[in-house]
């Protein structure tokens, strides 16, 4: 850098790469966060499953997976969990501590942490589904993070898949 005038620097640019934004595929990825007794999702999440306005969870304690289908605000087990008009970068935070109380257990967490994981998209019948596998997570212990996700985990989310 070279200083030409009072506060004018030159700058060459000879050698200088642009990073590709795949690179920062962790922030395009959906996101479900877990923390003491609420859940949260991303921007990207609410727009995977196209703003919808209610969903149905479904979980598998063994597999450490948690399903989320969009389903009709009316339909049993549904959880309203956005309001599709709304113009946030998040969902809502969901209460649902007894839930949580038992999938704290059933996953040896401590509950003092926030864990959150990315999402694949699959699709079934023509409908997006996201399934985030907690058998790969991130540990936060509020702004510090404590336990990384694997590394191969975020290039995997992005190819999503089919349910059958």
Request: aromatic residues 10%; proline residues 4%.
């Amino acid at each position: 850098m070279k200083k030409s005038g009072s506060d004018i620097f030159e700058i060459n640019l000879d050698g200088v790469q642009t990073l590709q934004s795949d690179c920062f595929t962790r922030t395009q990825l959906p996101m479900l966060s877990i923390c003491k007794s609420n859940i949260q999702f991303n921007l990207q999440a609410l727009e995977a499953l196209q703003k919808c306005k209610a969903i149905r969870m479904l979980v598998n304690k063994d597999a450490q997976h948690i399903l989320i289908r969009p389903v009709h605000p009316r339909s049993k087990d549904a959880i309203l969990w956005t309001n599709p008009e709304a113009k946030t970068n998040m969902s809502p935070e969901l209460e649902c501590g007894l839930f949580l109380k038992q999938l704290y257990n059933a996953w040896d967490w401590n509950p003092e942490y926030r864990y959150q994981t990315g999402g694949r998209i699959l699709h079934s019948d023509k409908q997006a589904m996201l399934l985030f596998d907690f058998s790969e997570y991130e540990v936060w212990d509020e702004f510090t993070q404590v336990k990384g996700i694997h590394p191969g985990f975020l290039e995997e989310s992005k190819t999503g898949g089919t349910v059958k």
